[in-house]
């Protein structure tokens, strides 16, 4: 199976699992599991620069959200990807 294959294949299944989250901090709090359960790295400032103007990224499986915080990161994230896997342009 080649890396592009299997990307795709995990792409398509955290979609799938996000996609039934309605509240914007489950869908955060989704994807942020499954960054770190793919052994990725999650940075979060401490408050007083959390309060400073700033935006925040997610990278999963080969697309890039961004976003002024973190759960509008999140909704970018997964509205590329579905966009990615209906053969639109992705992340």
Not at 6 to 25: D, F, G, S, Y
Not at 34 to 44: H, S, T, Y
């Amino acid at each position: 199976m080649t890396t592009e294959k299997t990307m795709m294949e995990a792409r398509r299944a955290l979609v799938a699992q996000l996609v039934p989250l309605k509240e914007p901090e489950d869908l955060a709090d989704g994807l942020i599991g499954a960054l770190l359960e793919a052994g990725g790295d999650l940075r979060i400032p401490d408050r007083a620069a959390a309060l400073a103007r700033g935006v925040v990224e997610f990278q999963v499986h080969g697309i890039a959200g961004s976003g002024p915080d973190i759960a509008q990161a999140a909704a970018d994230w997964l509205a590329r990807a579905q966009r990615s896997l209906a053969g639109g342009v992705g992340g």
